[in-house]
């Protein structure tokens, strides 16, 4: 009989930042799209504390685990 595989938790480096605005950003995964806003718990990143966009693109997402910014 197949055996489902339980889904490994992700970790911050498993995101990229797609867009930064208004407060919220959208992250990419290699499976799925996520938008993050303050107070928000994602996993790998914990509970998003700041988002912050850059005046010319892109942006950082702060979390209780760790911090993502583009470059």
Excluded: W
């Excluded at 867009?19 to 992250?27: I, K």
């Excluded at 994602?42 to 685990?65: D, H, Q, R, S, W």
């Amino acid at each position: 009989m197949p055996v489902a595989s339980k889904p490994q938790a992700l970790k911050a480096d498993a995101y990229s930042i797609v867009s930064v605005f208004d407060g919220e950003a959208f992250l990419a995964t290699p499976n799925d799209l996520v938008r993050a806003t303050v107070g928000a718990v994602v996993p790998g990143l914990g509970t998003i504390t700041y988002v912050e966009a850059f005046p010319n693109g892109g942006g950082t997402v702060a979390g209780t685990e760790a911090v993502l910014r583009t470059r």
